[in-house]
T-cell receptor, first 112, second 116 residues
Framework: GESVGLHLPTLSVQEGDNSIINCAYS??????FIWYKQESGKGPQFIID?????DKRQGQRVTVLLNKTVKHLSLQIAATQPGDSAVYFC???????????FGRGTSLIVHP | DTGVSQNPRHKITKRGQNVTFRCDPI?????LYWYRQTLGQGPEFLTY????????KSRLLSDRFSAERPKGSFSTLEIQRTEQGDSAMYLC??????????????FGQGTRLTVV
């Protein structure tokens, strides 16, 4: 069935390093992907999205890469800061109803 | 504030009581979603509305749960006869589906429900 999963539950990095968070999906027909950041006690916050007609999209300090061949996407955060510490989710609007579906998330821990 | 607004932010209730949560979406969005999130998990889909029509409900949405969006604007989620297992964060999100293309969903800050 359709699923969106995260490779690692926790990622620890040093402040200033680049972070890469990975996500796999199973539905080859998926055409839209969204990355969210969720801080403790808050709702998910939109970071960046990408549609399947692109393989790369850049935002402020973030880049999303989409590899449709292996059904994988990644979120790269440049010069990671302590404020980037949060749980990151990839979401994939699934099925004909286009309902965003989430995996468990990756907890990013940034050490000063 | 033009984001998604949820009220209350926190709710503590006794088992067996009814609770109602409200969500005010971004005004131009025609889609409204409800999710539930427990500790260490991603948001789980409960139901969604396209304008005022409730188009899909998850198996997670038991008979004790009901959601409405009477005028296609704000929505309410009611849980009747609450159980301790209902304790979770209830998240609302809104987006638009226009000409077959979905825009990103923006989330509210959630309502944290604790059933004691």
């Amino acid at each position: 069935g359709e699923s969106v999963g995260l490779h690692l539950p926790t990622l620890s990095v040093q402040e200033g390093d680049n972070s890469i968070i990975n996500c796999a999906y199973s539905n080859s027909a998926s055409d839209y992907f969204i990355w969210y950041k969720q801080e403790s006690g808050k709702g998910p916050q939109f970071i960046i999205d990408i549609r399947s007609n692109m393989d790369k999209r850049q935002g402020q300090r973030v880049t999303v890469l989409l590899n449709k061949t292996v059904k994988h996407l990644s979120l790269q955060i440049a010069a990671t800061q302590p404020g980037d510490s949060a749980v990151y989710f990839c979401a994939n609007p699934a099925g004909g109803s286009y309902i965003p579906t989430f995996g468990r998330g990756t907890s990013l821990i940034v050490h000063p | 504030d033009t984001g998604v607004s949820q009220n209350p932010r926190h709710k503590i209730t006794k088992r067996g009581q009814n609770v109602t949560f409200r969500c005010d979406p971004i005004s131009e969005h025609n889609r409204l979603y409800w999710y539930r999130q427990t500790l260490g998990q991603g948001p789980e889909f409960l139901t969604y509305f396209q304008n005022e029509a409730q188009l899909e409900k998850s198996r997670l949405l038991s008979d004790r749960f009901s959601a409405e969006r009477p005028k296609g604007s704000f929505s309410t989620l009611e849980i009747q006869r609450t159980e301790q297992g209902d304790s979770a964060m209830y998240l609302c999100a809104s987006s638009s589906l226009l000409m077959g293309q979905l825009t990103e969903a923006f989330f509210g800050q959630g309502t944290r429900l604790t059933v004691v």
